[in-house]
């Protein structure tokens, strides 16, 4: 096994310790799906928070995140305002439980990085800064094959409807 595979299989097994004792945000939130709860994350932190701002984020359909926002909606988690001066934009900010809801997951966020406190305590400023140079240019290359199955998706969905 070389490198690079050694590298991702480390990512994924770190992700997948991760997300097992990371278990707790799950009894704290239950009812919750994932999304519905970094959809509340994202709004808790973003003002003005919309469809579009959600799907660009998650790199999701808008119509994906229609469904969950009208989920959050009915869950009375999120509620859904407009300006006076656009009335035709839709935006969502938390309500009381919604802020709840942000609140403990914010909180188990904070214990899990006091949890890892220890490693990081550890790496250099050095590594710190080789680690995220990796992490950037990793982003910039997904950011791209993105970009490019997106327009290649938009050609492929011109031609299927004769455009």
């Known amino acids: 096994m070389d490198k690079e595979e050694q590298l991702m299989m480390g990512f994924r097994d770190l992700y997948n310790k991760m997300v ?20 509340i994350e994202y709004i808790g932190r973003n003002e003005d928070s919309n469809v579009t701002k959600l799907a660009e984020s998650f790199y999701m359909t808008r119509g994906a995140i229609s ?10 988690v999120i509620e859904s ?3 006076p001066v656009n009335k035709k934009e839709i935006y969502f900010r938390l309500t009381p439980q919604g802020k709840e809801i942000y609140k403990v997951h914010e909180e188990l966020h ?7 406190k220890v490693v990081f305590e550890q790496v250099t400023e050095e590594q710190f ?24 998706w938009q050609m492929e969905m011109n031609l299927n409807n004769g455009l």
């Open 81 to 83: 305002y407009q300006k």
């Open 110 to 116: 904070k214990e899990f990085q006091e949890r890892d």
């Open 20 to 39: 097992f004792l990371n278990r707790k945000m799950e009894d704290s939130l239950k009812g919750y799906k994932s999304s519905e709860v970094h959809c």
């Open 129 to 152: 800064d080789t680690m995220l140079s990796f992490v950037e240019t990793y982003r910039r290359h997904l950011d791209a094959e993105i970009k490019k199955q997106s327009v290649e």
């Open 67 to 76: 469904k969950i926002a009208k989920k959050l909606i009915v869950k009375g």
